[in-house]
């Protein structure tokens, strides 16, 4: 097969310093938040219980598959990402005996065996063309082996009182997403384009929503906020400085009916056929 580069997305640039702690902090607080959520769907599926060999791709810092081998000890764990400086972090901090890291992109990775079950959280978003995704996962998987892929719902995400220019701002990422072609403005059409490649059958597609009671002041919500805004001012994304989002996020946090929800998605895609 033809080795494909990985593209370039100045988003996820860690080669400055000031950009990889920004991310370190983001990743272990995105998981600190939202993993007891997503362990309650681990736990209920049958496909997940079953998988023994987890490749999880684009793990960032390591933070969030550190907390589930530890949770779930009886499984094999390798994770690969594109970012050395990252890995550099996982591997220091997260190692262990049943998970091993390597700095690898999806498209440049072969391994000696192949995985039952692939996990991307918060990756495809970034990446653009899903059908290339499907067909280096398809590559990487035992034959009938799984792809589950976490992303956030954005029609379950609001916010209350609202936030206009927090909204606007997500609302730029989106716009920007679908100039660039990456996957993040087609994330509720993933199920689909992978089924209409009649090789991909959908096993579970499951919604939680995630609810934050305010006020918000000090909290680790808010820190999240700022750190998405931060990595988004450090990556120059958006063309327009985003201290009057600060601003508002910050008064917002106040408010003492302040209240915030994200949706999170499960696509569990099953590989029906395997290598030809
Ligand atoms: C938002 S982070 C998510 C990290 C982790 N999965 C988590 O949930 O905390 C996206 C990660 O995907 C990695 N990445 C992007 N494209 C990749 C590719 N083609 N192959 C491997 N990793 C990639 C980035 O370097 C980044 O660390």
Redesign the pocket.
């Known amino acids: 097969m033809v080795q494909i580069e990985?593209?370039e997305?100045s988003l996820?640039d860690?080669s400055e310093k000031n950009a990889v702690e920004k991310?370190h902090s983001l990743?272990t607080l995105?998981?600190e938040l939202f993993l007891p959520h997503e362990i309650c769907f681990l736990l209920q599926s049958q496909i997940w219980q079953d998988a023994i060999s987890i490749l999880?791709?684009?793990?960032?810092?390591g933070?969030?598959i550190s907390h589930i081998s530890k949770f779930f000890p009886d499984k094999f764990y390798t994770a690969?990402?594109?970012?050395s400086e990252?890995i550099l972090i996982a591997q220091k901090e997260c190692a262990a005996h049943n998970l091993h890291f390597e700095q690898?992109?999806?498209?440049t990775f072969y391994p000696e065996k192949e995985f039952d079950l692939i996990l991307?959280?918060?990756?495809v978003q970034?990446?653009n063309d899903f059908s290339s995704v499907l067909s280096q996962a398809k590559r990487l998987l035992k034959p009938g082996g799984k792809l589950l892929i976490i992303e956030p719902d954005l029609n379950k995400y609001h916010n209350q009182p609202a936030t206009r220019l927090f909204d606007q701002m997500l609302n730029d990422i989106e716009l920007q997403s679908a100039q660039k072609n990456t996957n993040r403005h087609r994330l509720s059409s993933l199920g689909m384009i992978a089924t209409e490649t009649r090789e991909w059958a959908i096993a579970q597609d499951e919604l939680t929503t995630v609810p934050f009671v305010g006020p918000f002041e000090r909290s680790k919500l808010l820190d999240l906020y700022h750190l998405w805004i931060d990595v988004l001012d450090l990556s120059e994304t958006l063309s327009s400085p985003l201290n009057n989002v600060r601003e508002e996020i910050k008064n917002w946090s106040r408010e003492p009916s302040a209240y915030s929800q994200v949706g999170i998605r499960f696509l569990m895609l099953e590989n029906k056929y395997g290598k030809h």
């Open positions: 990985p593209i997305n996820l860690t991310w990743l995105q998981t999880d791709v684009g793990c960032g810092n933070s969030y690969i990402d594109h970012s990252l690898k992109a999806l498209e991307m959280r918060l990756v970034h990446l």
